[in-house]
């Protein structure tokens, strides 16, 4: 009678143990996913890919409408050697501007603008309005020294917390733009698609030859002139 009447009591024990446990590693879990730094990290790396994915669309929507233009003006400078290389110069000129301006928009402007958590959380709170003070104070008053008249560590604590708990429900990925990588990966597809388009109807390959191999321009391009160079001449013998 002793056992059977202690057994209800052991398994609520272990029941409520086992709850204890589920609550507890729950909170570690919740702590560990809605961390302030280790959130701003996720959105930052969000944002640094998303900002990197938007600059390659959009080069290869550059390269794509330059590959289109080059050979068109291939065909209407004709034979030119001359014209042909200015133009060939010009497009690998463009082209080299291209690639510096993805490199610096889509790596270097992101990595340097949100490096620093407080200007990741202003950039969320224009993202998020209403966390958008609570979040800053919270990166702010946690990475300031101390000094006096600053708030109690408590408070800092407690806002911390609370922060956290609020960012606990912010799905990263939302503060991202949703239409800037389809908008640039539209633009691209439309540029391939139109060279391929340009390569089966007009005579692109006419116009890369154009450029390519243009036969070399008599006397250096010069033209004959219609004017005689030199008036008629006397000569007086002695």
């Not at 609550?23 to 280790?38: H, K, N, Q």
């Not at 993202?127 to 800053?136: C, E, G, T, V």
């Amino acid at each position: 009678g002793l056992y059977h009447l202690s057994l209800p009591g052991v398994g609520r024990a272990w029941g409520r143990y086992a709850d204890l446990r589920r609550v507890w590693a729950g909170d570690i879990v919740a702590a560990s996913r809605t961390s302030i730094p280790g959130y701003l990290a996720l959105v930052r790396a969000l944002v640094v890919r998303h900002e990197a994915r938007r600059a390659v669309w959009w080069t290869v929507g550059a390269l794509g409408a330059l590959a289109i233009l080059l050979p068109l003006m291939g065909l209407v400078i004709g034979g030119s050697r001359t014209t042909a290389l200015a133009v060939l110069g010009a497009g690998g000129l463009v082209a080299i501007l291209v690639l510096i301006a993805a490199v610096l928009i889509g790596y270097v402007v992101p990595h340097r603008r949100y490096a620093k958590d407080a200007d990741l959380a202003r950039w969320i709170g224009t993202r998020f309005k209403p966390i958008a003070s609570d979040l800053l104070s919270a990166v702010e008053l946690t990475q300031a020294p101390a000094r006096k008249g600053a708030p109690s560590p408590e408070l800092v604590e407690a806002l911390v917390e609370s922060t956290a708990m609020r960012l606990d429900g912010l799905d990263p990925a939302s503060f991202l733009p949703p239409r800037d990588v389809p908008v640039a990966r539209n633009w691209a597809l439309a540029a391939v698609g139109l060279n391929v388009l340009f390569l089966a109807v007009l005579p692109v390959r006419a116009g890369w030859r154009h450029l390519i191999a243009s036969p070399t321009d008599p006397f250096d391009g010069a033209e004959q002139s219609a004017v005689p160079l030199v008036d008629d001449l006397s000569a007086t013998l002695t």
